[in-house]
Nanobody, 118 residues
C-alpha cells in the first residue's frame, strides 16, 4: 500500500519561512507529477504548486516569487519552500502525486497545518 506523508507544518510569524516535505512510500514503480494544495476552513482546496517528473514547475500567481516547489526523486520526496509568509487563517497543506502502482492513480497525503500569525 502506498502513502504520502507530509511534514513541516507549524506556526510561524509573518515574514517567516517554512519548508514542507512529502515523502511517498510503499510499493510503486514510478512517480509522476507531484504537487501541493491548500485548504482553509470553509473554503475549497486550491492548487499551490506542481512539479513534473522532469522537474518543470508551476506556481500559482498568489505565491509566485515566495514559494518554490522541488523534488528529490531518489528520496521520492517533494518539497515546498515557503518564504515571506503573509498573515492568514490557518490552512492545511496537502501533498498529491500520480503514482504507478502498477496502474496510474492520484494519491493524497493527510495534510499538514500551516498557521501564519504573530
Amino acid at each position: 500500500q502506498v502513502q504520502l506523508v507530509e511534514s513541516g507544518g507549524d506556526l510561524v510569524q509573518p515574514g517567516g519561512s517554512l519548508r514542507l516535505s512529502c515523502a511517498a512510500s510503499g510499493s510503486m514503480f514510478s512517480i509522476g507529477d507531484m504537487g501541493w494544495y491548500r485548504q482553509a476552513p470553509g473554503k475549497q482546496r486550491e492548487l499551490v504548486a506542481t512539479i513534473t517528473s522532469g522537474g518543470s514547475t508551476n506556481v500559482v500567481d498568489s505565491v509566485k516569487g515566495r514559494f518554490t516547489i522541488s523534488r528529490d526523486n531518489a528520496k521520492n520526496t517533494v518539497y515546498l519552500q515557503m518564504n515571506s509568509l503573509k498573515p492568514a487563517v490557518p490552512a492545511v497543506y496537502y501533498c498529491t502525486a500520480r503514482l504507478f502502482t502498477p496502474a496510474w492513480g492520484v494519491y493524497w497525503g493527510q495534510g499538514t497545518q500551516v498557521t501564519v500569525s504573530s
